[in-house]
């Protein structure tokens, strides 16, 4: 690594010592995270399980780097350090109160997602070309992936909407989206059209409507004439996509909605496929598993005594007490049911407030884009995903992060 890099004014520092493992973080970082989805890639395509306990530790690894860099950062936050701590405490607390019903790999990430912001926030060094060398490897190799092989891992599995080796399409549109998350200093505006590309790559109205959202939400502030541009632009976007049917599932999932307020969540939950399809005119009955689902999982967490209500139920058991053997596809509703109250409330505040210290606008868009998709989707399972994100909002929220965007490397 060059002995000389340079700092937020374009000014060279030195990189020795401490300042030596600041200009590593990031680096190491990606280079760890395109190894780990090497071995995903093995792992899928040959199916052997010795790939993926080399993937969990690469995961444990990378999670130990970056506990350290919080322990050794110079620029430290109290505040989002005390939101760390006070993840770890409850975290702690859910695991102890539900000893024997809390999957300890999902606490790990869930606390892994503040241990990288505030990593990636006290060393917010400049962007070095390796990273975005692994960044471009990493969009690569689920590609590569996808012309050379097929999942021997999901075989056998009901998974209808497999994406290279990732389970469904919207897990994959969430990888792309940390993707250009992270290029957004290099790319700018540019990183919405590849959003925009990669929602039709995947045929998945979700991302681009969570990205429309986003768009016109901080396109409202400061108001500005080209706004009202965008908002005709929209709206006729959005007319050309309903007549193509692009709004379909959006339509269903408000007619699911509707349906359920005036059926029983357990009698819904109870009928088959079969019998939705003929009760709503339409194959695409996602919406009904999941309003239904999120009905179920109320109304265990809601009956739970107070400790229940402040610690969860436990991590990863709603797939063992829910009707429907299945993840809550919220991460929202997931870690206040899973991991209690307190978790919830700590989770909420981390989150939000990050997207009002991005000042990027591109950046702040893109990561707003995770906010809305946590509404839908399990998203924190996804360890690749949610390293870029907050690993990066953490140095992009940096007072040490320069305001100007990096040169094209």
């Known amino acids: 690594m060059n002995d000389l890099a340079l700092g937020r004014e374009g000014a060279p520092y030195l990189a020795s010592g401490s300042t030596t493992m600041q200009g590593r973080f990031f680096v190491v970082t990606c280079f760890g995270l395109v190894f780990l989805n090497c071995l995903t890639f093995l792992y899928h395509f ?23 860099h919080v322990l050794i950062t110079n620029e430290r936050n109290y505040f989002y350090t005390l939101l760390l701590a006070l993840a770890c405490i409850f975290t702690g607390a859910s695991y102890l109160a539900n000893f024997g019903a809390f999957e300890l790999s999902d606490g790990l990430k869930l606390v892994s997602i503040y241990s990288f912001y505030v990593a990636g926030r006290g060393m917010a060094e400049p962007m070095h070309p390796a990273e975005k060398r692994c960044v471009y490897l990493l969009a690569a190799l689920p590609l590569l992936f996808k012309a050379v092989g097929q999942t021997q891992v999901y075989i056998g599995i009901e998974y209808p909407d497999v994406f290279s080796y990732f389970p469904n399409s919207n897990t994959a549109a969430l990888y792309f989206s940390a993707l250009f998350f992270a290029l957004s200093p290099w790319f700018g505006n540019r990183v919405l059209i590849g959003q925009f590309i990669n929602a039709a790559v995947m045929n998945r109205v979700g991302p681009a409507l969570a990205t429309i959202i986003s768009i016109g939400l901080w ?13 005709i632009l929209l709206a006729c ?11 379909d599932r959006l339509i269903t999932g408000l007619n699911a909605i509707a ?18 399809i003929e009760l709503t005119g339409s194959t695409d009955v996602s919406a009904f598993f999941r309003i239904t689902h999120w009905t179920n999982i109320w109304q265990i967490y809601s009956s739970q005594g107070l400790g229940g209500i402040l610690f969860g139920y436990g991590a990863s058991q709603t797939s063992i007490l829910t ?10 509703l997931r870690v206040l049911a899973e991991y209690g109250l307190l978790n919830f409330l700590v989770f909420v505040v981390f989150v939000f407030s990050i997207v009002f210290s991005l000042k990027d606008r591109a950046a702040k868009t893109m990561y707003t884009v995770l906010l809305i998709y946590f509404l839908s989707e399990n998203l924190i399972d996804n360890f690749t995903s949610m390293t870029l994100f907050f690993s990066y909002a953490g140095r992009f929220t940096s007072p040490k992060w320069p305001t100007r965007r990096p040169s094209s490397v």
């Open 46 to 68: 040959t199916g052997s399980t010795i790939f993926n306990v080399l993937s969990n530790s690469t995961s444990l690894l990378l999670i130990l780097w970056s506990a350290r």
């Open 323 to 332: 009707v429907l053997p299945l993840p809550p596809h919220n991460d929202y």
């Open 237 to 247: 976007a959005s007319m050309v996509a309903h007549a193509v049917g692009a709004l």
């Open 219 to 231: 396109s409202f502030f400061p108001l500005r004439p080209q706004v009202f541009v965008v908002i």
């Open 259 to 276: 349906l359920i307020w005036n059926l029983d969540p357990g009698t819904v939950a109870r009928m088959t496929t079969k019998q939705l």
